[in-house]
């Protein structure tokens, strides 16, 4: 019976956060990047606290856990207070990887025309990559946006899923 409940639990969690996504993208994008910001933090303290609480002895056997520990913490840090250029950066990212790849895409296509003709259905894909990428170049905060309300509406009917499993498992237990 617990697992039937957590089935709901689940699906009342996913439908409330999709429309969470959907109704306000901006501030969930950046509460989501600090929530992983504070994800890196946290593992980084606990590494920190018991490298400083361990024996003497083990003390200088390994150097690199504290190393590790400040990087995670201050990569969370970073995460949670400035996540607008991480989100941008991000973005950036995305639109320069889809530029190369449609500019490689076409490149190819057009050196395949030494061997033969190329028709011109194969340049469609290229091209529109192409202009994903230049349009993620110049506008990375709405796409990052468009991106997080179609998340919402995946965790949305997710949620409706586990919601209408609910109420099909609980009338077969009871």
Not at 16 to 39: F, K, R
Not at 90 to 104: C, E, K, N, R, T
Request: aromatic share 14%; glycine share 8%; with cysteine.
């Amino acid at each position: 019976m617990k697992m039937i409940h957590n089935v709901l639990f689940r699906g009342i969690l996913g439908a409330l956060l999709g429309i969470v996504c959907i109704a306000w993208p901006e501030p969930s994008l950046t509460y989501l990047v600090m929530l992983v910001g504070a994800l890196f933090a946290a593992p980084g303290i606990i590494s920190l606290v018991t490298y400083y609480y361990r024996s003497k002895s083990d003390y200088e056997k390994d150097i690199s856990i504290p190393i590790q520990g400040v990087a995670s913490i201050l990569l969370g840090l970073l995460l949670i207070i400035i996540p607008y250029f991480f989100i941008r950066f991000f973005m950036i990212l995305l639109g320069i990887v889809l530029l190369i790849a449609a500019s490689y895409q076409i490149f190819t296509l057009i050196r395949a025309r030494k061997w033969g003709q190329v028709p011109w259905g194969f340049y469609i894909l290229p091209v529109l990559l192409l202009i994903t990428g230049i349009v993620i170049l110049l506008e990375p905060k709405a796409i990052a946006s468009y991106t997080l309300i179609i998340f919402g509406v995946g965790l949305l009917i997710y949620g409706l899923g586990e919601i209408l499993s609910w109420f099909k498992l609980r009338k077969r237990f009871n």
